[in-house]
């Protein structure tokens, strides 16, 4: 299990106030809002940590560049993909390559 995985799990285990508390404190520290992909759309609509939200709903569809690799939540949460706005959260985008063996990076 890596540490994604154990990350998930031990967030699966959480009360449900705590495990909102921790969603909202991670939405609140995602660097999503400074990346040239973001747009007003996102913006007014409050998108950010698609990395757990999934893509953004009918904002981002450009993906001018992606700045997840260095934000520290990726190091946190153990994320191995990116362009989550677009392609899908970290959960989606593992499960789409258990499937099709894709080595989009
Ligand atoms: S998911 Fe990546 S590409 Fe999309 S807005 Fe956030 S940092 Fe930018
Ligand atoms: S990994 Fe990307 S989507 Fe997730 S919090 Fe960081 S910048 Fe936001």
Not at 4 to 21: I, S, V, W
Not at 39 to 56: H, I, P
Request: aromatic share 8%; net charge positive; charged share 30%.
């Amino acid at each position: 299990m890596d540490l994604f995985e154990e990350k998930m799990r031990a967030m699966k285990e959480m009360a449900p106030e705590n495990r909102m508390e921790m969603v909202k404190n991670l939405k609140n520290r995602c660097p999503c809002p400074t990346c040239p992909s973001y747009n007003t759309c996102a913006k007014e609509a409050g998108e950010t940590l698609f990395c757990a939200t999934g893509k953004s709903f009918m904002c981002i569809s450009e993906e001018k560049s992606c700045i997840c690799p260095t934000c520290p939540i990726t190091k946190e949460m153990g994320l191995k993909h990116k362009f989550f706005c677009t392609r899908g959260a970290e959960k989606a985008q593992r499960y789409e390559h258990t499937l099709w063996g894709s080595t989009m990076v």
